[in-house]
């Protein structure tokens, strides 16, 4: 994924002489093309994401399109009140690239854990979020921020994650990976190759399950959302992120006006509460959160069993 | 801080009242959002709207909020929270920098803020960028929102610590218009470096009973006091 967004941004950048780079001390091993390319609009600002973050928006300020880079929780939450008043009150043209989504830092523990991200950004004034679920839809929301004029949230996972489906051409629509109509799974971010995963094992079950990736969180596509699961036993919602503020409670937010909206069972990460977080992979944390294969299949066959 | 907006707005800063937004102008960053009455009088003398304008301050419906608004002409950005002004005064002096139309940015700090640790990750980025584009002045009154500065968190030594983060230091009685018209005048006051003014003022200066007083950090005058302190400024 991040490989995918430096190309996008190089891409982008080579038309537009207006597109700046700045990161946090970060970036090793990805950034360098940028750097190597456009020094003149390459910055690494130092280990100081408030100032990256007002510095973003004093150039956006003086009509340039900024890029800021760092990992999961430092470019977001680090500088959570430079977002709000001096980027986004402003509508400075500043977009927030976030890499490590969820557990993507696995190992690295809890501080690099990027988990409350899209609730937190997703409530910002203007802003737009993008939360893409492989590369396809990072070259599709990096090409649409970089031109849309607006604050943007792009969270990125790290590297290695696969294509889950036909070309993402619009990120901002729905994008089906797999057709089903008695159940559908709505995803955000590379979780949505789990649900491919589940998606296929119900079929050998008897199960019609579709799988649909939601890679724009902000703006959210009420009507779109309500008309792609008309006449379906239920919605479930897959998310690497806590349920609050993310996919479910947009999804649920979505049908919440609908009289006859199906159920909508949220499957996310568990909010930490106080418990000490264990070294372990990718992997391994999500399955340690009830989000395995076999856990969300089980969890729909359990919801089915109920009806 | 009234004197250094008055030296600024009518000596130093190339901006059209006429177009505020041109092209190539100097950038004014009030940090100290606060202070926003003292600069909307300003850029009221100035003529980026009229005088009556003010009449709405914090009424109703008014763009004139009592933190600094940029919805208000001439007012670049909109501050209040502490600690941001000067990050965003350094990115507008990159850009601009970039552009090669020799703009400067001036930001005004309070130093109260100066307790905010985004102050001092700017004060450490603009030097090794050789920001000399950048002037930063420091209203240094020696009070801060609820007790002095060297009770709740002193600052000195001040200049030094300036001086020994990179950038030129020019320390001056902030009431001195011909100080500070000499000092602003001459930026860049070192090649390579970002200048920065500490400016020791008085608050309230010039009204007898506000001098040096914490409580006029928060309160208005009665109309009384305000004919008073009118025709002691005036004198």
Known sequence: MRTAFVESLLRAASENPDIWLLCGDVGYSVLEPFATKFPERYLNVGVAEQNMAGIAAGIAMSGKTVFVYSIGNFPTLRCLEQLRNDVCYHGADVKVVAVGAGYAYGSQGYTHHSLEDVGIMSMLPGIEVFVPCDPMEVCAATRLIATSGKPSYLRLSRAGEPNLGSAATDPRKLRILREGREIVIFASGPIAARALEAAGELAGHGRDVGVVSICCLKPFDDVAIRDAVRDVAFVVTLEEHVLRGGLFSLVANAFAGDAKRPPVIGMGVPEQDGKISHAGSREVLLDAACLSVQAIVARIEESLAKR | ?235
């Not at chain 2, 002409?73 to 350094?90: F, Q």
């Not at chain 2, 003022?201 to 001098?211: L, N, P």
């Open chain 2, 1 to 235: 801080m009234a004197d250094i907006l008055a030296v600024l707005y009518t000596r130093i800063l190339r901006v059209d009242p006429a177009d505020p937004r041109l092209a190539g102008r100097d950038r004014f960053v009030l940090s100290k959002g606060h202070a926003a009455a003292m600069l909307y009088a300003t850029l009221a003398e100035c003529g980026f709207f009229s005088l009556s304008e003010l009449d709405t301050y914090c009424r109703d419906g008014s763009i004139f909020t009592g933190h600094v608004s940029h919805a208000v002409p001439g007012v670049e950005v909109s501050t209040g929270s502490l600690g941001h002004g000067l990050p965003i005064a350094i990115g507008m002096a990159l850009a601009v920098r970039s552009a090669g139309r020799g703009a400067r940015v001036f930001c005004l700090l309070s130093d109260g803020e100066c307790d905010e640790g985004s102050n001092w990750e700017g004060i450490m980025f603009a030097p090794h960028h050789k920001l000399d584009n950048l002037c930063v002045i420091v209203d240094f009154n020696k009070i801060q929102s609820f007790g002095s500065v060297a009770e709740v968190l002193n600052l000195d030594p001040f200049a030094e610590k300036w001086r020994s983060f990179g950038w030129h230091v020019e320390e001056i009685d902030g009431h001195d218009l011909i100080a500070l018209e000499r000092v602003l005048g001459a930026l860049p006051g070192h090649p390579d470096k970002p200048t920065v003014v500490i400016a020791h003022t008085v608050k309230g200066k010039g009204v007898s009973f506000m001098e040096n007083k914490l409580e006029w950090h928060y309160r208005s005058p009665s109309d009384e006091l305000l004919v008073q302190a009118l025709a002691e400024v005036s004198a």
